[in-house]
């Protein structure tokens, strides 16, 4: 996880409830649809897991056939997927197996039958923050996370086939990162997966699929946010960010710190000189990441602002107009207005708009996961809204909170079936303490000290959604995390020492995490999903 880029922490800009089991749920069956030759007829989905006893609340089913009808994670459509599916032919259906052992909560086995009559199956685990890989094709192990192109050459197991394939991408000048061979014994069937830096061009593969012991090829693009073309002045190309990518290459806060300061630089400066060497390996530009930005602030505020202005519908039907209530509670001229008309009251009110958006399938950005989705929009719209900040300062506390949000999605988790609601909420907290550090003043290390202050007070946080929906008790804790950014980011620029450095902390909410057992984790089997009157709410 170490080309972790910003799209991958703040983002995908997706359609709810879920980053892992829907945004992560619709790339697994995106990628495995390019396992085919020809448009899927039939798919059959086998769920395990977490994903096998919260599909429907999270709309895992409509994510998986809207992935193989080949939809993008935010579109609006993802909803309306089984009558999408119905109109172009495709027969769907689902399986749930809750005893095999997998080695991710987040596991589906897709079988598809495409119009020419051929069979794939493939497994795939949501990893988390809408990130996804392929672990099997055809019951072959690989590792296949989408985030590079790969060049997959199916082919009989005789000597030379292989150094054939590479001696005719190296002759076009294509780059090949790793090479994967998966055989099922010696001299039966095999394939490749090639991971290169560049496309493959018709004429390439033609000459490829001519060797006698070739059976079959595939080329899968990267997924994830388009490179937009380098366009502006000043901006690195390829062989200078080559030639940078080893000093940005920062495993964790320690490092990023580190990087800071030898530049002189900001923490969501020297985040966005990172992701500026990444693009220009794309090919992309520090336009392009400004755009991207701008585009995240938008749909943050359209989020939290929707669910403000008239009432939605949630999927489940637990939570609906309660940010407008609350919003009522900090009005000038009411009594409760004299108390809560401030900015934590604003940020909580923001935070919990966000998730009933999240809720009723609306336009999100995962930050760093769906069901935290509302903590850093909420952080940043009442500090906006108090102070007058300007789109560059809020540009510059968007990549301030994706620094926080990269150190603990590579080296731990942000997904709830793998560390709780701790993974999801602590980390969206101390990201927007980062955040909201940097906006009022603070230096790099006040920004890391007020992430880790975050983080800290959640830990061993449980996820544990009522009916297995994202919607209660998430939506109570996107307020709650938003106003915990703001006291942990108080804290910090007042000198308060954090109890441990951010590295220590994350590594600390790690351990937690595998700690927890299986019902605190997103399975909607313990905490406040198992009270009796909650699973009475939800006819259980």
């Known amino acids: 996880m170490a080309d972790l880029r910003l799209e991958d922490v703040l983002g995908p800009i997706m359609v709810g409830p879920s980053s892992s ?40 089913d409509r994510a998986l056939v809207a992935g193989l009808l080949g939809l993008a994670p935010d579109d609006m459509r993802i909803r309306d997927s089984f009558a999408l599916a119905r109109a172009a032919g495709l027969d769907v259906s689902f399986r749930l197996d809750l005893e095999t052992k997998v080695d991710h909560p987040n596991t589906v086995d897709v079988s598809m039958t495409d119009g020419l009559g051929q069979t794939v199956v493939a497994r795939g685990e949501s990893v988390g923050g809408g990130q996804a890989r392929l672990t099997r094709i055809d019951g072959n192990r690989v590792e296949i996370a989408g985030d590079h192109n790969s060049f997959i050459v199916f082919q009989h197991d005789v000597p030379g086939v292989l150094g054939f394939i590479t001696g005719v991408l190296g002759r076009e000048g294509i780059n090949i990162g790793s090479v994967n061979l998966c055989r099922s014994r010696r001299g039966g069937e095999a394939f490749n997966v090639l991971e290169v830096d560049e496309d493959v061009s018709e004429a390439v593969k033609d000459e490829i699929i001519a060797h006698p012991e070739v059976r079959r090829i595939i080329f899968m693009a990267a997924q994830g946010a388009p490179a937009v073309p380098s366009d502006d002045s000043g901006s690195l190309d390829a062989d200078e960010a080559e030639r940078l990518y080893p000093s940005v290459d920062v495993p964790d806060a320690a490092s990023l710190l580190a990087l800071a300061r030898e530049r002189d630089l900001g923490l969501g400066e020297a985040f966005l000189y990172r992701e500026e060497v990444l693009q220009a390996l794309r090919g992309g530009s520090r336009g392009a990441v400004v755009r991207y930005l701008d585009r995240v602030m938008s749909v943050m505020a359209r989020s939290a602002g929707a669910a403000l202005e008239g009432e939605v519908s949630s999927m489940g039907g637990l939570i609906g107009g309660e940010a407008r209530s609350v919003t009522l509670t900090s009005g000038r001229g009411s009594a409760l207005g004299a108390v809560f008309d401030n900015v934590p009251s604003r940020a909580a009110a923001y935070a919990m708009a966000a998730l009933e958006t999240n809720a009723s399938m609306g336009r999100i950005v995962a930050a760093p996961t769906a069901g935290s989705c509302g903590v850093l929009p909420g952080v940043l719209m009442a500090l906006d809204e108090s102070l007058e900040l300007g789109a560059s300062a809020l540009r510059d506390a968007l990549a301030c909170a994706a620094a926080v949000g990269y150190v603990v999605s590579r080296n731990a988790t942000v997904s709830g079936a793998e560390g709780g609601c701790q993974a999801e909420m602590g980390t969206a907290s101390a990201m927007a303490a980062a955040a909201a550090a940097q906006l009022l003043g603070g230096d790099p290390e006040s920004c890391l000290t007020a992430a880790s202050i975050a983080l800290t007070t959640m830990l061993g946080l449980v996820c544990d959604p009522v009916g297995g929906l994202v919607e209660d008790p998430c939506q109570k804790r996107n307020a709650a995390g938003a106003t915990n950014a703001l006291v942990a980011a108080q804290m910090a620029l007042a000198g308060v020492r954090a109890t441990a450095p951010l590295d220590e902390t994350v590594e600390a909410m790690r351990r937690v995490g595998q700690s927890l057992p299986f019902e605190l984790r997103e399975t909607a089997l313990g905490g406040m999903a198992a009270c009796p009157s909650c699973r009475a709410r939800c006819g259980r």
């Open 21 to 60: 089991h829907t945004a992560g749920a619709l790339r697994i069956a995106s990628m495995a649809r390019q396992l085919l030759d020809d448009a899927p007829r039939s798919a059959s989905f086998t769920l395990f897991g977490s994903f096998a006893r919260t599909y429907r609340g999270h709309g895992t």
